[in-house]
Nanobody, 125 residues
Framework: QVQLLESGGSTVEAGGSLRLSCVRSGYTFSNYCMGWYRQAPGKEREGVAAIYTEHTYYADSVKGRFTISEDNAADTVYLQMDNLKPEDTAVYYC????????????????????WGKGTLVAISS
């Protein structure tokens, strides 16, 4: 059974930093596209960043502030978030799908095969 478990969410002040983690289990993820998504209150879920091997992808709203990375030995994907803004407040989710999801761009739509339950990030102004 594939499982994704997010952690690292917290409440921080604007301008601060957080690092989210997504621990994966159930099968070998080395050939999968891993993505981070977020859903703010009253809004639809949106893609934030994705990674497949050395290839990374970012939403315009987080470029230069967020960094996605992965540690295959630890079966973990990270999202380093710096210079956080109040509009970054949301529940952040980790998703996984085949490598093609990254290359075709389909990961943006959130059509991933596997999902975690999310971790809450709240930014105070």
């Amino acid at each position: 059974q594939v499982q994704l478990l997010e952690s690292g969410g917290s409440t921080v002040e604007a301008g601060g930093s957080l690092r989210l983690s997504c621990v994966r289990s159930g099968y070998t993820f080395s050939n999968y596209c891993m993505g981070w998504y977020r859903q703010a209150p009253g809004k639809e879920r949106e893609g934030v960043a994705a990674i497949y091997t050395e290839h990374t992808y970012y939403a315009d709203s987080v470029k230069g502030r967020f960094t996605i990375s992965e540690d295959n030995a630890a079966d973990t994907v990270y999202l380093q978030m710096d210079n956080l803004k109040p509009e970054d407040t949301a529940v952040y989710y980790c998703g996984a799908d085949r490598a093609s999801a990254c290359f075709t761009g389909s990961w943006w739509s959130g059509s991933m095969d596997y999902w975690g339950k999310g971790t809450l990030v709240a930014i105070s102004s």
